[in-house]
């Protein structure tokens, strides 16, 4: 089956508006064994929507459309969509019913202009969207079946696992199981992964799984995706070759599928009952603000301290401010911190900028009477080295409480 997705929106045309919702869609859509073969972004304007409805519906068998479907006079899907399939616009009463309920729950009055989001072309289907204003709807347009989905992230994400692909899947008629196996890593750059990895999949007995990668640095994400009969051909192909991945990755490998190095330090302390407090020197908080997300009680991490100002860190944690950035400095950064806040552990990332667009970064833990420390060496902007210094530091902190070497050298340092 052919599917395109089309995204509308000036401002998504324009760059304004990062298009995250397209690589949501066609990433899960792929993780179901659904090929995406065209993506198309088209502006708020009648004529070009309707010229790229009519291409789309020549070449495609589904097309999911994204946005357009609000309140406002630039809002054109359910218009166009209309014309397209030669339907005149009514009102639906079931879903202008849910939209009252929806703002009388808020406390908000809806205005006149929202019911333009219950008008949908006659003959299509309502799909429904639990968490906002704007239905999604399905209608065919020449030999294509076309679904309309809201612009709105959250509300997309939540319609597309429930609702379209399911009917997509009905569609396909293929009779078909499918599995995306994921492997997040740190440490191990992408072309040295895909040289160690290249004949994994020959493990496969069937020869029937696919390697791949997808690197956002700091982390790579290699990925293994069959498509099968069942679920026990799944399983006799694709265990064999997990199994190689993690031998050969190892220690670069901290999480798998859906889990994150935040989670799983965070379940390690919980695990082992122990607190952490943090003190971070030009890393913005990347390091407590990602641990904090995953601790929202509050029992694991127990204090951060984040700042631009040397003189104004040291201070706060009662160390003498003449002494100059390093690794000793750092050494006493985290000793006080766990002291004065009395945790189990302390954390300190400090980044020191050298010349010729380089870093040292000096990560230590202070365990109580015993310091672990590293010094990452580092080459790039300021993004890059920011980065790279709070996933590193992560990784230490996650390698410590899972008995790993502390200091194992990174792919992304000079």
């Known amino acids: 089956m052919k599917i395109e997705i089309l995204c509308t929106g000036d401002e998504v045309l324009s760059g304004k508006i ?78 202008l019913e849910i939209m009252e309920k929806f703002f009388i729950k808020r406390g908000r009055v809806m205005t006149e202009n929202n019911k333009k989001q219950a008008m949908l072309p006659k003959t299509s289907e309502l799909i429904n969207n639990p968490i906002g204003t704007a239905c999604g709807f399905a209608i065919n347009i020449k030999k294509a079946r076309f679904f309309f989905t809201p612009g709105v992230p959250r509300e997309l994400f939540l319609m597309l696992e429930n609702e379209i692909i399911p009917r997509l899947l009905s569609i396909s008629g293929e009779n078909i199981v499918t ?19 290249k004949d994994v999949v020959e493990l496969a007995p069937d020869k029937n799984v696919k390697l791949g990668f997808q690197a956002h640095f700091p982390q790579l994400e290699t ?92 201070k706060n944690l009662d160390i003498d401010n003449d002494m100059e950035k390093s690794l000793i400095l750092n050494e006493k950064i985290a000793e006080n911190c766990r002291s004065n806040y009395s945790t189990d552990l302390a954390l300190s990332v400090l980044i020191n900028y050298l010349d010729n667009n380089e870093a040292d ?41 899972s008995n790993l070497p502390f200091d194992e050298k990174s792919d992304f340092e000079r």
């Open 223 to 314: 990925k293994l995706f069959i498509r099968a009969s069942s679920a026990d051909e799944i399983e006799k192909n694709l265990i064999p070759v997990e199994n190689e991945v993690r031998k050969i990755l190892g220690n670069y490998i901290f999480t798998e599928d859906k889990d994150t190095m935040e989670a799983s330090i965070i379940r390690a302390l919980s695990k082992s009952n122990q607190t952490l407090s943090i003190a971070e020197f030009l890393t913005q908080g990347n390091v407590s603000s990602r641990l904090a997300a995953a601790d929202r009680n509050g029992e694991n991490i127990k204090f951060s301290v984040n700042s631009n100002n040397i003189n104004t860190l040291t």
């Open 18 to 95: 990062i298009n995250s919702n397209y690589s949501f869609m066609s990433s899960k859509l792929e993780e179901v064994g659904l090929n995406v073969i065209w993506g198309t972004t088209v502006g708020d304007n009648k004529e070009d929507l309707l010229r790229a409805f009519d291409l789309a519906s020549e070449r495609a068998d589904a097309v999911i459309v994204n946005g357009g479907l609000g309140p406002t006079v630039d809002d054109l899907s359910q218009e166009v969509a209309a014309i397209a399939s030669g339907n005149e616009l009514e009102l639906r009463e079931d879903w």
């Open 361 to 401: 970064t000096y990560i230590t833990l202070s365990l109580g009477g015993k310091l672990i420390s590293r010094t990452g060496k580092f080459i790039g902007d300021e993004y890059r080295v920011t980065l790279g210094s709070a996933e590193m530091a992560l990784d230490c902190l996650r390698r410590y409480l």
């Open 179 to 197: 599995k995306l196996k994921t492997f997040h890593s740190y440490g191990i750059g992408e072309s040295r992964a895909d040289s160690l990895l």
